[in-house]
């Protein structure tokens, strides 16, 4: 059994910074892309960052520039570095991960349960 943990949210006033992170756990043989979305009160679920396997990054242009997305491929973590928050980033932020598990046939995509991130204005 695969399982994502998201750890980081909270409260914090604007303009200032929250690190998120993911864990991966379960017996995982490989994991491919990685990301981060978010879903605002009332509004559907958008992309952040995604990150790949070796490293490449992909942002959603309100992430441009203020969020850092990374990886520990040692440890079957994705990271979000926020910074300069803004009111508008709040949402709940779910991570996702395409995971070959062990016994699997493919990748499968997983995601996380959510962590909230509120910015106060």
């Known amino acids: 059994q695969v399982q994502l943990v998201e750890s980081g949210g909270g409260l914090v006033q604007a303009g200032g910074s929250l690190r998120l992170s993911c864990s991966a756990s379960?017996?995982?043989?490989?994991?491919?892309?990685m990301g981060w979305y978010r879903q605002a009160p009332g509004k559907q679920r958008v992309l952040v960052a995604t990150?790949?396997?070796?490293?490449?990054?992909n942002y959603a242009d309100s992430a441009k520039g203020r969020f850092t997305i990374s990886r520990d491929n040692a440890k079957n973590t994705v990271y979000l570095q926020m910074n300069s928050l803004k009111p508008e980033d709040t949402a709940v932020y779910y991570c996702t991960a395409n995971i070959f598990a062990a016994l699997g046939y493919n990748y499968l995509e997983h995601w996380g349960q959510g962590t909230l991130v509120t910015v106060s204005s």
């Open positions: 379960g017996t995982i043989l490989r994991i491919g892309a």
């Open positions: 990150i790949t396997s070796g490293g490449t990054t």
